[in-house]
């Protein structure tokens, strides 16, 4: 696709989310969920930067405002009433995600003593840590582009609460995470601990330190002590997985990993060449390649679409690093060199689901706005990975 037929087509996508999902125009019963929203912010904060038409960034600060006030509350057809934060009505107003946040599944939480059932418990509502990052990272955009430290603020007191309470201590004394908790973050609804949670929690709280060190004198709670913590839970965790949406999720860690290290702030680890080889592995596992061979039917255009994005975050480590030879080591472009060679997966992955044909199926009107809110991701990706 050309380029001005690209713009086009994010630019026409995101004004269908908005107006799909109730975002605007007023008058239609909104419909947020976090992770597709905090993806859509990134987006719409793009557009902006492309255009200058303010129509985007407006957008992206209504959207904000509606997700705060609609899944930082508890929901209609729920007893509780008010922030889950369960502060009043002004002071939640004024510190509107340390509740955390919904995820905005369209069923009630399951309920205490309830017992569990695996596959009903992926339509039942509670908070994801991994979609509180991602909320945590689009704020930090928004601070970013519009100079207002109140959503590093934002974004900073979300990821203080979201450790306090998806990290427990273990039997053997070791902390550890889990997966899902509760709309009020009281107690846990799935135990497990998903695979990157630490490592997301890791670079996403440095990356706000970072920035609000930078660029709004210190603004926001200090996360050290979380950093420390993160980075403990982290040593010795194996990050390979052959999910595409999880290697996207890793390269876009090692994106963030990377931008770092040009401001001096690496801390020694190793911890971007144990991402960056956990995603190569993932890559030449060649189950990611089988499930590219099959009909449209059969895939999940989010799951893939996050790979795509992520190979796009492999082409700008790889600009910065060649902008900074001095500062990444050979280990590091070595294996950014090796996933570049990988970089035509992404392209086919966006062709794919550009031909309107392969839209058409169930598997994506089922997830109709998750889809599509990712692929203009997906085809505009700087918005949500320029930090």
């Not at 904060?45 to 407006?58: C, H, I, N, P, S």
């Not at 209609?76 to 340390?98: K, M, N, V, Y």
């Not at 992926?122 to 908070?127: I, L, M, N, T, V």
Request: charged residues 25%.
């Amino acid at each position: 696709m050309e380029p001005d037929a690209s713009e086009r087509f994010v630019r026409v996508s995101m004004i269908d989310f908005a107006e799909s999902t109730g975002l605007f125009p007023e008058g239609k019963t909104p419909r947020r969920y976090l992770w597709t929203d905090a993806f859509a912010v990134c987006n719409f904060l793009e557009l902006f930067r492309r255009t200058g038409e303010a129509q985007y960034r407006d957008l992206a600060l209504l959207l904000v405002e509606q997700v705060h006030s609609i899944l930082g509350r508890h929901r209609t057809d729920d007893s509780r009433e008010g922030w889950i934060s369960g502060l009043g009505e002004t002071e939640g107003a004024r510190h509107p995600t340390i509740g955390g946040l919904r995820i905005g599944k369209a069923m009630n939480e399951r309920g205490q003593g309830e017992p569990i059932d695996d596959h009903l418990e992926w339509e039942r509502d509670g908070q994801y840590f991994h979609y509180l990052t991602k909320w945590m990272h689009a704020l930090g955009r928004v601070a970013r582009v519009t100079g207002e430290p109140v959503y590093q603020v934002w974004a900073m007191e979300l990821a203080k609460t979201a450790h306090a309470r998806f990290v427990r201590p273990s039997p053997g004394g070791r902390k550890r995470m889990v997966w899902k908790m509760s709309i009020d973050l009281s107690r846990p609804l799935v135990p497990s601990t998903g695979q990157h949670d630490p490592l997301d929690g890791l670079v996403t709280c440095r990356q706000l330190r970072q920035a609000a060190e930078r660029d709004f004198e210190g603004a926001g709670p200090d996360l050290s002590g979380e950093i420390a913590e993160m980075a403990q839970i982290c040593r010795g965790m194996n990050w390979a997985t052959d999910d595409p949406l999880g290697i996207g999720g890793l390269l876009f860690d090692a994106c963030r990993t990377a931008r770092w290290m040009p401001g001096g702030s690496s801390d020694g680890s190793g911890l971007l060449e144990d991402i960056l080889k956990s995603s190569l592995a993932g890559l030449e596992s060649g189950a990611v390649a089988h499930s590219f061979s099959l009909p449209a039917s059969y895939r999940l255009a989010f799951r893939e679409l996050g790979l795509s994005i992520g190979m796009k975050a492999v082409e700008r480590m790889n600009g910065w690093m060649d902008n900074s030879p001095k500062v990444f080591g050979n280990e590091a472009r070595s294996l950014v060199a090796a996933l570049l060679e990988h970089a035509e997966m992404g392209k086919r992955i966006d062709e794919f689901w550009l031909e309107s044909s392969n839209r058409q199926v169930e598997s994506w009107a089922a997830h109709r706005d998750i889809n599509l809110v990712m692929l203009a991701t997906s085809l505009a990706p700087d918005g949500f990975l320029v930090l």
